[in-house]
């Protein structure tokens, strides 16, 4: 969109997708991590000075529309705290504000708001509040795209997904674009995750298990060390007959776990799983703190593994440290808990010193990106990408069917 003609944009209704996806705190409603955001907004104001009638449309969290009322969708996933960030960034002279639906009647009327010859930009709300979203109906998309001219996708975080606002609308607009965020990302990470200097080293945790266990069996295949922490560990440990307590696991997973693991073997990939965990009584505080090794011996009721132990952190530091290119994705444990949050902590370090010894690193996904910004060990990094899911899928080497249909040829369409 940058080489577009100056006043290509001026006066067209741009639509323009974005990864608002971002961290909330639940008690404030404050954003706690705005690097999203921020990583997006040169393209946002690119668009404001080229004249465009700018709609935000974003996705946020994981509503249920088909379980949840809209209230209680709106209680827990709505864009506001973005929209009173965005505020602040834009100014009120270009930013309208959050329409209360991201198509139908609320959100043409919002559009309809950014009167030709204004520059102002106005941000849907969470695109997930219709089932037709993620389930990409053709009805979902075509309402989408019925209130712009132009759509412009910049959400990298993403591309992984064949959902309405990503690729669904794509078959209803006149015109697509990817955005600078899509392309700057593809340059930084496609070399280097697609044919990565090998050693390559993964440490993967976080909570969306049951997403990112098949995840760990494509990474087996492909990199040279895979290092698991978070609560996704928890199903691997209990699939080797270790005792996890009361830590949440995915029991339809243990059987592909433990093929996972022979593989892992047969090919070599180290593999390494926490040899100690720190133990809590409850998720939410520290309570009746314990590390200890891990055990087949049944513990004690109301055990929940909130982080990697200190044996366990050495293990990952010395094995990826080995490593010439190292990614990381999700916290090794629930680390927005300070007295939880040494092993992403010790993973952040490790990350900061193999960069500082000459390996290529490579953070992506919210969480792990907040960790090492919060622990001020951000600088040496190589690339801090705005895609979590989506930057593991170039790894596993999938395709992106969020960037396959926005440059497909017109002469593809006619095929
Ligand atoms: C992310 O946080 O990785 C992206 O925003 C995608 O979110 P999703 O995994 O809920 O699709």
């Given at each position: 969109?940058?080489?577009k003609?100056a006043?290509?944009?001026?006066?067209?209704?741009?639509?323009?997708?974005?990864?608002f996806?971002?961290?909330?705190?639940?008690?404030?409603?404050?954003?706690?991590d705005?690097?999203?955001?921020?990583a997006?907004?040169?393209?946002?104001?690119l668009?404001?000075q080229?004249?465009?009638?700018?709609?935000?449309?974003?996705h946020?969290?994981?509503?249920?529309?088909k379980k949840?009322?809209?209230?209680?969708?709106?209680?827990?996933?709505?864009?506001?705290?973005?929209?009173?960030?965005?505020?602040?960034?834009?100014?009120?002279?270009a930013?309208r504000?959050l329409?209360?639906?991201c198509?139908g009647?609320?959100a043409?009327?919002?559009?309809?708001g950014?009167?030709?010859?204004?520059?102002?930009?106005?941000?849907?709300?969470n695109?997930?509040?219709?089932?037709?979203?993620?389930?990409?109906?053709q009805?979902f998309?075509?309402?989408?795209?019925?209130?712009?001219?132009?759509?412009v996708n910049?959400?990298?975080?993403v591309?992984?997904?064949?959902?309405?606002?990503?690729?669904?609308?794509?078959?209803?607009?006149?015109?697509?674009?990817?955005?600078?965020?899509?392309?700057r990302?593809?340059?930084?990470l496609a070399?280097?995750?697609y044919?990565?200097v090998?050693?390559?080293?993964?440490v993967?945790?976080?909570?969306?298990v049951?997403?990112?266990?098949?995840?760990?069996?494509?990474?087996?295949?492909?990199?040279?060390?895979?290092?698991?922490?978070?609560?996704?560990?928890?199903?691997?440990?209990?699939a080797?007959?270790?005792?996890?307590?009361?830590?949440?696991i995915?029991?339809?997973?243990?059987?592909?776990?433990?093929?996972?693991?022979?593989?892992?073997a047969e090919r070599?990939?180290?593999?390494?799983?926490?040899?100690?965990?720190l133990w809590?009584s409850s998720?939410?505080r520290p309570?009746h703190?314990?590390?200890?090794g891990?055990?087949?011996?049944t513990?004690?009721?109301?055990?929940?593994?909130?982080?990697?132990?200190p044996?366990?952190?050495?293990?990952?530091?010395?094995?990826?440290?080995?490593?010439?290119t190292?990614?990381?994705?999700g916290?090794m444990?629930?680390?927005?808990v300070?007295?939880?949050?040494?092993?992403?902590?010790?993973?952040?370090?490790?990350?900061d010193?193999?960069s500082?010894?000459?390996?290529?690193?490579?953070i992506?996904?919210g969480?792990?990106?907040?960790?090492v910004?919060a622990?001020?060990?951000?600088?040496?990094?190589?690339?801090?990408?705005?895609?979590?899911?989506a930057?593991?899928?170039?790894?596993?080497?999938?395709?992106m069917p969020?960037?396959?249909?926005?440059?497909?040829?017109e002469?593809?369409?006619e095929?």
């Amino acid at each position: 969109i940058a080489t577009k003609s100056a006043d290509y944009f001026t006066g067209k209704r741009v639509l323009l997708r974005v990864d608002f996806n971002v961290p909330v705190d639940d008690a404030t409603g404050i954003v706690t991590d705005s690097s999203r955001i921020k990583a997006v907004l040169p393209t946002i104001k690119l668009l404001l000075q080229r004249g465009s009638r700018l709609i935000l449309a974003s996705h946020f969290g994981r509503p249920e529309p088909k379980k949840q009322t809209r209230q209680q969708m709106a209680a827990l996933y709505s864009l506001r705290p973005v929209a009173a960030l965005l505020q602040e960034e834009l100014g009120s002279g270009a930013f309208r504000g959050l329409a209360a639906d991201c198509i139908g009647p609320d959100a043409e009327a919002a559009v309809g708001g950014l009167q030709p010859g204004q520059v102002r930009a106005v941000l849907l709300e969470n695109t997930r509040f219709h089932a037709g979203d993620t389930a990409n109906s053709q009805d979902f998309a075509r309402a989408l795209a019925a209130l712009c001219d132009v759509f412009v996708n910049d959400a990298f975080g993403v591309v992984h997904r064949d959902q309405g606002s990503v690729t669904g609308i794509t078959s209803f607009v006149p015109e697509r674009y990817p955005g600078p965020l899509i392309r700057r990302e593809l340059a930084e990470l496609a070399d280097r995750l697609y044919d990565p200097v090998r050693p390559l080293g993964v440490v993967l945790g976080g909570a969306k298990v049951a997403d990112k266990i098949g995840v760990v069996a494509a990474l087996v295949e492909v990199a040279d060390v895979v290092a698991v922490g978070g609560r996704m560990a928890f199903t691997l440990l209990a699939a080797t007959g270790v005792s996890v307590g009361s830590t949440q696991i995915e029991e339809d997973w243990l059987e592909p776990c433990r093929h996972m693991m022979s593989r892992a073997a047969e090919r070599g990939t180290r593999l390494l799983l926490p040899s100690d965990v720190l133990w809590s009584s409850s998720l939410e505080r520290p309570e009746h703190l314990d590390t200890t090794g891990v055990t087949p011996l049944t513990l004690d009721c109301c055990r929940y593994g909130v982080d990697i132990g200190p044996e366990t952190m050495d293990t990952f530091r010395r094995e990826l440290l080995t490593c010439r290119t190292i990614f990381w994705n999700g916290p090794m444990g629930k680390f927005e808990v300070p007295e939880f949050s040494a092993g992403t902590v010790a993973v952040a370090r490790t990350l900061d010193e193999a960069s500082q010894s000459g390996a290529v690193t490579i953070i992506g996904g919210g969480d792990s990106v907040a960790a090492v910004t919060a622990a001020g060990l951000s600088t040496h990094i190589t690339h801090i990408s705005t895609g979590g899911g989506a930057s593991l899928e170039l790894i596993e080497g999938k395709g992106m069917p969020g960037l396959r249909t926005l440059l497909r040829t017109e002469s593809q369409e006619e095929q």
